[in-house]
């Protein structure tokens, strides 16, 4: 049987493991013009607030503070509106494997953020690994190039960067509520907000699908991204942040691209070299060294 710790960490790989076949999935449906940007998000919200409360009835019954529904709204924005919207309106106009790549600054300041606001210990040993990572990233972006000539890399790499910074805040966030509730709890409120601030921007846009044309692959990438990528990697996130600190669980945003290209490669849209494999190897470094324990720390 799995210890916290280990658990913790399995929970922080699938997380990355499901965001980073995502980003063919969304690409796909997008654009392949099945849904646009803002009505996939306001469908993918919808579908998974609909499921976190369903699921909210069989979890533990807990009593909000009222100055948590504050906390609440404003981890919806950074984590849910903002960050979606930035992410799917810039990956309409970029590459999956560019957008995997942008994410990987999030490590980097979620690690300077959690330093100034959560007092974490920044030790030389996760610095390594954060430049390991990120040096391995930035070597996989030379793979990136787009074969659609209508992509605006330059927009959608800033809207990815943008949705990267909401994500490193909302991190920060749900950081200080992961004790005090069960992930049930405020992901349910959580979502709940996110939709109601989501619903101006997509509710056109949603209104404007033509199911009929929807391919079994484009349905089941819809499902994919509701139930796996949404509802269970917003229940991982806060699982594995119990047990790790929070630049440890932004520092598995390194496997991104590299799990992104694997799928890539899966799906024959991208091909293997020695180049990739060395980016690979140096971003497994880079992971493994920022999620070593601190020794006179025991929090991970």
Do not use: C
């Amino acid at each position: 049987m799995l210890s916290k710790n280990n658990f913790a960490f399995v929970a922080a790989f699938l997380v990355q493991v499901f965001y980073g076949v995502t980003f063919t999935f969304a690409n796909d449906v997008i654009d392949g013009g099945y849904i646009k940007p803002y009505g996939f998000i306001l469908l993918r919200l919808f579908g998974a607030t609909l499921l976190f409360w369903l699921f909210g009835f069989i979890a533990p019954k807990e009593r909000v503070a009222t100055r948590d529904y504050f906390i609440f709204m404003a981890a919806a924005f950074f984590g849910v509106a903002l960050n979606m919207l930035t992410f799917f309106k810039g990956l309409s106009y970029t590459t999956p494997i560019h957008a995997s790549v942008i994410m990987v600054v999030v490590p980097i300041l979620v690690l300077l953020m959690s330093a100034f606001i959560l007092k974490e210990k920044i030790t030389s040993i996760k610095v390594i690994g954060v430049i390991l990572g990120l040096l391995g990233a930035l070597i996989l972006t030379l793979y990136g190039k787009s074969a659609v000539a209508t992509d605006n890399i330059l927009l959608g790499n800033f809207l990815v960067f943008i949705n990267a910074v909401s994500y490193s805040i909302y991190i920060i966030i749900i950081k200080q509520l992961t004790s005090k509730y069960h992930p049930f709890t405020f992901i349910k409120w959580l979502f709940l907000f996110g939709l109601l601030m989501v619903v101006p921007f997509g509710y056109t846009e949603l209104r404007e699908v033509v199911w009929v044309t929807f391919t079994p692959y484009i349905y089941f990438s819809v499902a994919f991204v509701i139930v796996a990528a949404t509802f269970g990697t917003y229940i991982l996130n806060p699982l594995a942040l119990r047990q790790l600190r929070a630049s440890t669980v932004s520092t598995f945003l390194y496997l991104q691209p590299v799990i992104a290209g694997i799928f890539a490669i899966m799906m024959g849209s991208d091909t293997l070299n020695t180049t990739k494999l060395i980016a690979a190897v140096l971003i497994f470094i880079g992971v493994y060294l920022v999620s070593k324990p601190n020794k006179k720390v025991k929090a991970v």
